[in-house]
């Protein structure tokens, strides 16, 4: 068989036999452990600073923010955010008990369903479990209140997220992924997919030069609660020296 | 197994420098790349640090290779998923075959991927019945133009704006006359439109790996435009193509590698879309494939473990070697002849392929170091061409007219002081030439053997003659 090949065939390179059991436990020791590497700087800064500098990244890689003072403000500013783009008053959500307990009734002009995208919408409202500050990144793992083609088929995303979310590196994202989440089925903590997103989709095949809106979403907002008290003193401070 | 014209390297490369609208091509596009990567490294200090944090990992795990292996199949199956160990490209054309026959597939969309060049799938499907379509924007247009990429991240590198305008013409034949396409964006809206219908018919979708999880049994792709992700999510059935080499411990591993990808790539902090596929749609879930299956495939990497080659296996597919390399900035990479060109290709093919067919593309080659000294993983590129010259050269291969440039060249080496005043008299004679390229496009004393190929001006430090030096007391010159 192809497999027994294969590995054979590493460990002739390797000049030995299968693993010794006791050098066997010290790899499955190191997966338990999983360490992590260096954390650039970057990444690690003050709660304040930290969320700041997640704000400058997502519109240096030409996304959009604007902060809200609490998911009960996010209707407005979803609708007041489509009307200044020229956008229809129409969109589907994820059907996420934090955006299902959103007011979207005191709208009533916007146009709100709770499902998965198909072809015909033009804008979605997605929910973000994590930010990453080092590049900007939201964190989306799919579920069935996160739908994936939420991220992908309209032209217009729109990503929800809480400011107590932001985290500095990616290794904690993913550290939030591993103590919050169980499947029952894998018995593992990832979701059959995680995106990680930065910036609305682009292409630089043309003479190597870059153009947004490419199969993804043109546009990439985010809305970002701020139900962190460090978020509000974060929007003040000036822009962090390590920020490059 | 896709076209192998590497054996005549020497021509392609003739006929590329010949080439005006190629020249105008490569010259375009390589600065963008350049300075893009150097602004994204000078705001990460820590970037040199990681690059040995890099190398360690992808050493660390080829030196378990089967443990990691044999872990990652094990979670995906744990996650619901398949894995199809495959020894050779011809297994593992028979696996894609066998799914999407299974499954009673028509039309299959592709992200880009290169074991899909390697494999010479898309032409395996057609001859069997099955569409596929190629949904990244630079793959797209070559599929209609029914060429290979020419570069392993920027598959149109070698491609001008009227080139896709004319392309577009004669393949999407009900275009309107007066349809303009003068802006990229233009293009880049048309292939939009027409793609998602493609995206929304497929049954199956096939894309690469990047990475692999051995942790979780993840599948990791890195893009910008987002047309892998639509591949891997709306069709019933997905398809991974991944050689054996992309997996890595953790996800603290992966990370630490995606740190150094897109930057050394295309300069970027990080791509758009960096994104992980464990197993099928799970209960509940309201999109994504209801079948995961990941082609693992060998293709004689296995042989190069153990080997001086083992180094090539920690390449991450960055490209910034070929960015960097001024023979593929002249020759651009279709001379290079099979599916990966510049110096990660003049070094990986003749171990897939062979050194009596790839021989002459470890000579494709100035020696200049600037591949070494980019790449991410630290990959020695230059003593990696240098050992397949010596082999090439014991097995006799080596055509008359190379070996005695290779004499030249190593009698040139061994005697300094004429080497520097042979390098002065090139840069006197040729300064207007080579100024502001880094590189001259001929040397009076090597006459064909430069034909083709830079050499390099000598960097500060003698950094040929030091390495040289060096692999003479090894023994290995
Ligand atoms: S050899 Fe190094 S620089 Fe070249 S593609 Fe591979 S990782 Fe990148």
Known sequence: MSKEAILGAIRRGLRRGPLPADQAL??????????????????RLPRAEQIALFVRHVEKEFGTVERVPDAAAVPAAVADYLAAQNLPARLVRAPHPELDAMPWSGRPLLAVEARAAGPEDAVS??????????????MLPSAPERPTTLNLLPDTAIVVLRASRVVGAYEEAFDLLRAERRDASSGGFMPRNVMLVTGPSRSADIEQTLELGAHGPRRLHVVLIEDDPAARAGGAAAPSPQEG | MPQLTSPAFKENAARALADAALQRALSGSRGAFLARRQAAIAALPEFERLRE??????NHTLAHLDFYLETYAANVEKAGGTVHWCAT????????LGICRRVGARTVTKGKSMISEELGLNEHLEANGITPVETDLGEYILQLRREPPSHIIAPAFHLNREDWEASFRAAHTDLPRERVFRERRDILAEARARLRARFLAADVGITGANFLVAETGSSVIVTNEGNGDLTQTLPRVHVVLASIEKVVPTLEDCCALLRLLARSATGQDFSVYT??????????????PEEYHVVLLDNGRSSMVGTPFQDMLRCIRCAACMNHCPVYGVVGGHAYGWVYPGPMGAVLTPSLVGVDKAGHLPNASTFCGRCEAVCPVKIPLPSLMRHWREREFERRLTPPVARSGLRLWAWLARHPGAYRAATRLAAGALALLGRGRGAFRSFPLAGGWTRGRDLPVPEPGGTFLARYARAQREGRA
Not at chain 1, 125 to 138: C, D, K, N, R
Not at chain 2, 89 to 96: F, G, I, Q, S
């Open chain 2, 275 to 288: 994104t992980f596929s464990t197993g099928p749609r799970r209960a509940g879930d309201r999109d994504g």
């Open chain 2, 53 to 58: 944090i890099g190398r360690d990992i992808k």
């Open chain 2, 89 to 96: 490209a011809e297994e593992a054309r028979a696996a894609v």
């Open chain 1, 26 to 43: 010290l790899l499955a020791a190191r997966l338990e452990r999983h360490p992590r590497h260096l954390i650039p700087a970057r990444a």
């Open chain 1, 125 to 138: 409202v997605q929910h973000a479990f994590a930010g990453i500050a080092e590049t900007g990144t939201l």
